[in-house]
């Protein structure tokens, strides 16, 4: 098992350098005067070019990138080019809002969307297709429209929850939670959906199997066998589905995050682009690819967790 963490460390470790490297050469590529950006139109020629000199953009772009993987790699991800503030702190502000929303939206897909499959792939029947249509529905529908729809209804219609804003745990906890309802809500209806379908199918194939009949005619429980047996040898697929939903949280968060007003890594990611703020840019999408790499190296520990094989493989 530790053999495969290492592995897995290793490879993360080489994404990261390889996705840095491809975006910072695309957002080169891209064109456009950034130098002129950020002094202004009225700017004259010299100006532009002593912004360019004191930003390295009149380095090769081979150059600019070996000077900001050093700083990276000893931790310094620079300035902002247009706000003049520290990018690292800036991210560690704005870091909690995102992990909140993505991490309490898996958490309550993993649980309602596990329960869900696990029903349905029992029960059959009546109970079965309801969950195809719930299905459909959560696949059909974009998360942005879902926070329109709630904000519309829950926070103006019925001021229950607030429309926008984030209030850290530190601060209030049941600030917190209600800062983030909604927005966890409008994202984990897709990522629920998700999880409850590949539950479904995979413990209806493990159900099937020989060796639940095995385990049914020795006289063990339907709970023990569903849950004991069957769940246990159905989760990997369902996890592998979460675990890509949970990257799939963080890029709607950009949007979400936007409809909400949270001051998270979305909002940030999204400015910066716009800016073609590179410095801010770069310091996200390594953040980001940690974030993914992480995940996956949880997912390979749970896997060793569930199947003994995979600690040895």
Known sequence: MLALLGRRVLSGIVLVFVISA????LIHLAGGDIARTIVGDTATEEQVARKAAELGLDQPIPAQYVTWLTDAVRGDFGTSWFTNQGITASIVAKLPVTVSVAICGTVVSAVIGFGLGTLAAVRRGIVDRFLQVLVVVGFALP?????LVLVATLAVALPLLPATGFVPITQSPTGWLASITLPVTALAIGVTAATAQQTRSALID????DYIRSLRG??????????KHGLRNAAP???????????NLLGGAVIIERVFALPGLGSMALDATTQGDVPSIMAIVVFMVLIVVGVNLLLDVAYGWLNPKVRVS
């Open 143 to 147: 998360n942005f429209w879902l926070g």
């Open 22 to 25: 491809v975006t910072f050469f």
């Open 206 to 209: 493990v159900m099937r199997q």
């Open 237 to 247: 697929a369902a996890l592998t589905v979460l675990s890509l939903q949970f990257i």
């Open 218 to 227: 020795r006289g063990l429980s339907a709970r023990s066998v569903v849950f």
